[in-house]
């Protein structure tokens, strides 16, 4: 079973729209932690967002912000007033297992293009 | 400045040869992870490692070989056992303090099998 879905393979958006990226993750340890990264063209990972379980917050990170629905076991990204150069991969990520053991593991990423 | 380096960017390999791939951070970092990614795909663990001297495989272990000799270093090598190993490749270190967990990537390399 897949650990981290995301289901849109890739999206169009207009430039100063907001848009959501989705995710959705599955596992059975009380304590993990989700992650948002960017790939642009260049292929470096930049990281953007990090959501704890135990926060009771939804974490936000400038124009980033994360909406987590621990019940429905969902991460998804917001990113308002989208610009040119959000133009890029997204990928979801979960770190799981116990301290000193953990692991990261990715979605298959969603291809976001932001049109002019 | 503090940070991951991978070396080389552009690699290109020989079929049946052995190539390392080198990974240093500067960080302090206890854990390091090799990712391997494939165009238009997500990625994919190949091993890791939590502390020197150990080290775990992901879900794509085979055909590569890795060591931890130094907590700033993790070389992966890509063995000639590995079938398919043209792909971009990037490793990862990792830190946890408390309730914060922080990962960060070097900029990768990219194996052509020619």
């Known amino acids: 079973a897949q650990k981290i879905t995301q289901t849109q393979p890739g999206m169009f958006v207009q430039e100063k729209e907001a848009v959501t990226l989705d995710c959705t993750y599955d596992?059975?340890?009380?304590?993990?932690?989700l992650f948002w990264y960017k790939q642009p063209s260049s292929g470096e990972m930049i990281f953007l967002i990090y959501?704890?379980?135990?926060?009771?917050q939804n974490a936000t990170e400038g124009r980033y912000s994360l909406n987590f629905q621990k019940a429905r076991k969902s991460a998804n990204l917001v990113i308002s007033a989208s610009q040119l150069g959000d133009s890029a991969m997204y990928f979801c990520?979960?770190?799981?297992?116990?301290?000193?053991?953990?692991?990261?593991?990715f979605g298959t990423g969603t291809r976001l293009t932001i049109i002019p | 400045d503090g940070g991951i380096t991978q070396s080389p960017k552009y690699l290109f390999r020989k079929e049946g040869q052995n190539v390392t791939l080198s990974c240093e951070q500067n960080?302090?970092?206890?854990?390091m992870y090799w990712y391997r990614q494939d165009p238009g795909q997500g990625l994919r663990l190949i091993y890791y490692?939590?502390?020197?001297?150990?080290?775990q495989k992901g879900d794509i272990a085979e055909g590569y070989s890795v060591s931890r000799e130094k907590k700033e270093s993790f070389p992966l090598t890509v063995t000639s056992a590995q079938k398919n190993p043209t792909a971009f490749y990037l490793c990862?270190?990792?830190?946890?303090?408390?309730?914060?967990?922080?990962?960060?990537f070097g900029q990768g390399t990219r194996l052509t099998v020619v």
């Open positions: 990862a270190s990792s830190f946890q303090d408390r309730s914060i967990f922080s990962a960060f």
């Open positions: 596992t059975s340890d009380q304590s993990y932690g």
């Open positions: 959501q704890g379980s135990y926060d009771e």
């Open positions: 990520a979960m770190r799981e297992g116990f301290f000193g053991n953990e692991k990261l593991t």
């Open positions: 960080l302090n970092h206890d854990a």
């Open positions: 490692s939590q502390i020197v001297n150990d080290f």
